[in-house]
């Protein structure tokens, strides 16, 4: 999946087209995410006792990855993300090889 959690995401698709928010839980197996702000649903619930009161509550449900673009963090605009190995080396001097997620349009590093 091209996003992860805490990602900065705009909605390119579907009734929040345009909305901004963060990505507060993405479901790899599914190819969901789970964006603030964005698919809001209300729900009437019964109150069970006196700790759990009734009322409608406002929940954020899943939409898929697809409908999603990350926004880069050094040019703030939205864009599809590339992938790009980079070594690294570490304290005892063995390099290890990394994937790093690499914004298309002025290619800085994501993670």
Do not use: W, Y
Request: charged residues 30%; hydrophobic residues 35%.
């Amino acid at each position: 999946m091209h996003v992860k959690s805490n990602d900065q995401v705009v909605v390119i698709s579907g009734k929040d087209k345009g909305k901004k928010g963060k990505i507060t839980a993405a479901f790899p197996k599914t190819g969901r995410v789970i964006v603030e702000g964005v698919n809001v649903a209300t729900k009437h619930q019964k109150a069970r006792n006196q700790m759990q009161p009734g009322g409608i509550i406002k929940k954020e449900l899943p939409i898929d990855a697809s409908n999603v673009m990350l926004v880069c963090s050094k040019c703030g605009k939205a864009t599809r993300v590339a992938h790009k190995v980079t070594t690294v080396t570490g304290e005892n001097g063995k390099a290890t090889r990394k994937m790093v997620r690499v914004c298309k349009k002025c290619n800085a590093e994501i993670d």
